[in-house]
């Protein structure tokens, strides 16, 4: 092919000094530069990050020792200046607690929902790209998967796998997979009839190229969105696990487990329920808004 | 330059559903030479465009079929094509511009990118990323967009800008063949002439061969060698353009389309458009498909398909055409 561009009078790349242009770089300036003007976003990353710093920096702030150590005389002491959140049943400071409770909430949460993604992105994508066959399949084969009751199939994983981080990382991404993947699906379906779709296999793009490269990128709205979503539930699902037991081995904290833990006690000290509580919260309510706004920068058609 | 580049045998496509088998191209020949163009003409739903994916092998899977005929682009059939291999000939050697310049670009790449993928995906010869920089830079300031833009996204562009980047995703490999399906029919008219123009300068510049699908016959004259009339899916008159406009016996078909154009030396009080609709591509007639419509349908039309006579580089289906002088008979397809 080089003698076809070199006889073309258009050709003539030779001597030509070109100015390199690092577009991907660019791009992601781009959308950084659009994420920042939406202030809310803003706060929900800032949050974010902030709890993941104050997360790894937990050592630095109490020994772990401190939210394992009971005594029974601070036994649901109201929040005071030596211990900020107060203490649980066991006279445990809570806000040693939470803090280390951060640690595996959040990886718990983030994990499971960047698992969520990737597989359930690729699963739905493929699946409704390629259909016939393979589509039905698929989805007759998660429909029976959705048919069970998800915490239920969650304990089952766990009960056969064994409690851990990591095994309930595995058991509550197979639960969310199902609902991810329809999700993607029916993006990708509307997304596959486009003539730009077409016009790319008339180029000559293979089929995976065309996914990765064209299908996939014009529905990252629908996926970020049930992406931040996701993270904030999985903490939840995880809660429910350590409520029935098959979470986080106790006394280790969790911020589902300070929730389930504290309702023996709602009446005397509802505070108890409200600290983890509120950190659950503000970290679902921050993810959410982050979600929103990098979808909404992500999107060159709504750039201004 | 006589050499042949496409070749297209007795080729028929069917839509099948559930419930019918549209025949939306039934037994057509043509062969083009590499640098030729020809114009495929006809009203909307004449099996146009089923033929231009056909040649692309871009048939839906599931409801497009091809019961008879075959396809050779440079002497290999495209149909015993490896899935690899025409991966390689689509956009290399193949590039087709779609009808809809607004739909057609991923709204999410900016236009820059998506001219050099077709450059990153065939880059046989590893060029370099600045080369293929380079390249799109050229590209685009062949088709009158300053290379300045690239990284502009499409809904940054108008209709017609964005039929330009179209053009330029097109001719970016320099392919052997443009398939150019109503390239502007979605374009208002003074950008029209400008991308015709274009085309056509692009065309003669770097030696492509084009098939050029359009019910304009205006654009037809301007741009074609040879010129098919299609009709419910067959080709029902052939021959160069100067045979299509100027011959002494044309298609009745071909004629009304010619009266259907306003004409500017000629007061008329009004246009003759052809009455009727093209027929049910499920359910052809019997005899010629045109005879519903025809002012000249004789019975003979409506029951038996006519043959096609031949004088010289002029091919028409047509019963009329029986014992006329220099007009051959050949055995229909």
Not at chain 2, 77 to 95: F, M, P, Q, T
Request: charged share 20%; with cysteine.
């Amino acid at each position: 092919m080089s003698t076809k561009y070199d006889d073309s009078p258009l050709m003539n790349l030779t001597e030509k000094k070109v100015e390199v242009n690092f577009k991907k770089e660019s791009q992601i300036k781009e959308v950084w530069r659009r994420l920042k003007k939406d202030k809310l976003a803003m706060f929900g990353l800032s949050v974010i990050v902030l709890m993941i710093v104050i997360a790894l920096c937990a050592p630095l702030i109490r020994p772990y020792s401190a939210a394992i150590k009971m005594n029974m005389r601070l036994k649901l002491a109201l929040p005071s200046a030596a211990h900020w959140f107060g203490c649980d049943g066991y006279g445990r400071d809570l806000f040693t607690r939470c803090l280390y409770g951060s640690r595996v909430s959040l990886t718990i949460g983030f994990a499971t929902a960047f698992a969520t993604l990737v597989i359930g992105s690729m699963l739905g994508a493929l699946v409704g790209y390629v259909g016939g066959v393979l589509d039905d399949v698929v989805m007759r084969a998660l429909d029976i998967f959705s048919a069970i009751p998800s915490t239920l199939f969650a304990m089952a994983v766990v009960a056969a796998m064994g409690s851990g981080i990591f095994n309930i990382c595995v058991a509550i991404s197979l639960t969310n997979i199902p609902g991810f993947v329809r999700i993607v699906r029916s993006a990708v379906l509307g997304i596959a009839d486009q003539e730009y779709i077409e016009a790319a296999r008339a180029g000559g793009s293979p089929t995976l190229h065309i996914l990765l490269r064209h299908v996939l990128p014009n529905a990252i709205g629908p996926l970020i969105v049930q992406t931040t979503a996701n993270v904030s539930s999985m903490i939840l699902s995880a809660a429910t696990l350590s409520f029935l037991g098959l979470g986080i081995d106790p006394p280790q904290p969790e911020w589902g487990a300070l929730v389930s833990e504290a309702q023996e006690f709602l009446r005397r000290s509802p505070h108890l329920l409200i600290f983890p509580g509120i950190l659950i919260c503000v970290a679902s309510f921050s993810m959410s808004v982050l979600g929103d706004g990098l979808r909404d920068a992500l999107d060159p058609r709504l750039k201004s | 330059m006589t050499q042949e580049l496409l070749k297209i045998t007795d080729l028929s496509v069917e839509y099948r559903t559930d419930k019918e088998t549209v025949h939306a191209v039934n037994h057509i020949n043509f062969s083009l030479n590499k640098g030729e163009t020809i114009g495929l003409v006809g009203e909307t739903g004449a099996g146009k465009t089923t033929t231009a994916l056909s040649i692309m092998r871009l048939l839906p899977e599931k409801t497009g079929f091809i019961p008879n005929g075959s396809i050779v682009f440079e002497g290999r059939s495209i149909y015993d094509l490896e899935e690899k291999e025409l991966h390689n000939i689509r956009g290399k050697h193949v590039a087709m511009i779609f009808q809809d310049p607004m739909t057609s670009l991923n709204p999410i790449m900016t236009v820059g990118e998506q001219i050099a993928e077709a450059l990153e995906l065939h880059n046989t010869d590893h060029k370099s990323h600045e080369q293929i920089q380079a390249r799109v830079d050229e590209v685009l300031s062949m088709v009158g967009i300053s290379p300045s833009r690239k990284n502009a996204f499409p809904h940054q562009f108008s209709g017609g800008m964005k039929q330009r980047v179209v053009i330029a995703m097109a001719l970016v490999c320099e392919p052997d063949l443009l398939i150019a399906d109503e390239p502007t029919t979605a374009l208002d008219v003074t950008i029209q002439a400008q991308v015709i123009n274009m085309i056509r300068e692009l065309r003669d510049r770097l030696g492509t061969a084009m098939i050029m699908i359009t019910h304009d016959l205006g654009i037809v004259a301007q741009t074609c060698d040879n010129v098919a009339v299609m009709y419910a899916g067959r080709i029902i008159e052939a021959g160069t353009a100067a045979d299509i406009y100027k011959g002494e016996f044309r298609h009745p078909y071909t004629v009304g389309l010619f009266s259907s154009i306003p004409n500017l030396r000629e007061k008329t009080a009004r246009l003759t458009p052809i009455p009727g609709l093209m027929p049910d591509p499920t359910k052809l007639p019997a005899g010629c498909s045109f005879a519903p419509r025809c002012p000249h349908a004789t019975e003979l039309c409506r029951t038996t398909p006519p043959a096609a006579y031949k004088n010289n580089t002029h091919v028409i289906e047509c019963h009329l055409l029986e014992g006329k002088d220099g007009w051959t008979k050949e055995a229909r397809v």
